[in-house]
């Protein structure tokens, strides 16, 4: 049973403000309470999370998500959308399903990411990311997996994706389009000042551990689903793994993986 929904909306989208209201009103209307995630306290937590965006604004509901260990839906008004599914037009028929209990749920994979040094930890649906951000400078990053050397990387950053994210940045640096059900992770340079693009596909048991070279002085920022996750020097490492925690993405049609593919990237690329 569904009886409080979490909101989650871009704010700078006129459209999500739009539709969140009509699905807020809606909600209502059934006795389902529903309130902004990022702005409101609960003393109870929302049986699923709701957002209104493109794919950024779904990762930050992902967060919640996590948390929460509930589900997911997205609410399409961004440009690609390849996890934001539902059409707003549509959105009163789609919510009348999930309180009726019509809707599926699919099971997405995670990034466990950690920092040594802070002895913070994150998790991410789509990548992890170490980054020059903003500096002019390249940076110099190794890459370790199950304790092998991997490369030493000149570049503007390396991604670790999911399958789920292997859609996203890690697509635009050159990296491979992985079916959502490989169990595996990505890792993709940016940039990288070489003559060889080097991506790999690795296990999703094997454990990545990224070294920010300490032989020169340098910085870099660590991004988890594009959100910092915190500043890091000369001689900082991450370390990357899989892990059982699971994502439950929403379903109300049919998943086309590769049609999706075909839609969002060869049709709204041309």
């Given at each position: 049973?569904?009886?409080?929904?979490?909101?989650?909306?871009?704010?700078?989208?006129?459209?999500?403000?739009?539709?969140?209201q009509?699905?807020?009103?809606?909600?209502?209307n059934?006795?389902?309470?529903?309130?902004?995630?990022?702005?409101?306290?609960?003393?109870?937590?929302p049986?699923?999370?709701?957002?209104?965006?493109?794919d950024?604004?779904?990762?930050?509901?992902a967060?919640?998500?996590?948390?929460?260990?509930i589900?997911?839906?997205?609410?399409?008004?961004?440009?690609v959308?390849?996890?934001?599914?539902?059409?707003?037009?549509?959105?009163?028929?789609?919510?009348?399903?999930?309180?009726?209990?019509?809707?599926?749920?699919e099971?997405?994979?995670?990034?466990?990411?950690?920092?040594?040094?802070?002895?913070d930890?994150?998790?991410?649906?789509?990548d992890?990311?170490?980054?020059?951000?903003?500096?002019?400078?390249l940076?110099?990053?190794?890459?370790f997996?199950?304790?092998?050397?991997?490369?030493?990387?000149?570049a503007?950053?390396?991604?670790v994706?999911?399958p789920?994210?292997?859609?996203?940045?890690?697509?635009?640096?050159?990296?491979?389009?992985?079916?959502?059900?490989?169990?595996?992770?990505?890792?993709?340079?940016?940039?990288?000042?070489?003559?060889q693009?080097?991506?790999?596909?690795v296990?999703?048991?094997?454990n990545?551990?990224?070294?920010?070279?300490?032989?020169r002085?340098?910085?870099?920022?660590?991004?988890?689903?594009?959100?910092?996750g915190?500043m890091?020097?000369?001689?900082?490492?991450?370390?990357?793994?899989g892990?059982?925690?699971?994502?439950?993405?929403?379903?109300?049609?049919?998943?086309?993986?590769?049609?999706?593919?075909r839609?969002?990237?060869?049709e709204?690329g041309?």
């Amino acid at each position: 049973m569904i009886h409080t929904v979490g909101l989650i909306l871009n704010p700078k989208n006129a459209e999500a403000a739009k539709y969140a209201q009509k699905a807020t009103s809606f909600l209502k209307n059934k006795n389902v309470e529903i309130f902004n995630v990022q702005h409101e306290q609960r003393n109870t937590a929302p049986d699923l999370i709701l957002s209104f965006g493109g794919d950024g604004t779904l990762l930050k509901g992902a967060r919640y998500a996590m948390e929460y260990e509930i589900p997911l839906l997205g609410v399409n008004l961004g440009t690609v959308g390849f996890l934001t599914e539902e059409d707003p037009n549509e959105i009163e028929t789609a919510l009348q399903k999930i309180i009726d209990g019509n809707y599926q749920t699919e099971k997405r994979s995670l990034l466990k990411i950690s920092n040594p040094k802070t002895s913070d930890t994150f998790y991410a649906l789509n990548d992890a990311v170490i980054t020059r951000g903003g500096y002019a400078r390249l940076i110099r990053v190794e890459a370790f997996v199950n304790q092998k050397e991997y490369g030493v990387f000149t570049a503007d950053g390396i991604i670790v994706a999911t399958p789920t994210g292997s859609t996203g940045y890690s697509l635009s640096a050159g990296g491979p389009i992985v079916e959502p059900g490989v169990n595996c992770m990505i890792i993709t340079p940016v940039c990288v000042h070489s003559m060889q693009h080097c991506p790999c596909v690795v296990s999703g048991e094997a454990n990545i551990r990224l070294l920010l070279r300490p032989e020169r002085e340098q910085t870099a920022e660590l991004q988890i689903d594009g959100q910092n996750g915190g500043m890091l020097e000369a001689g900082d490492e991450i370390l990357v793994s899989g892990t059982e925690k699971k994502i439950q993405l929403i379903r109300l049609h049919g998943y086309d993986f590769f049609g999706l593919v075909r839609r969002k990237l060869v049709e709204w690329g041309s």
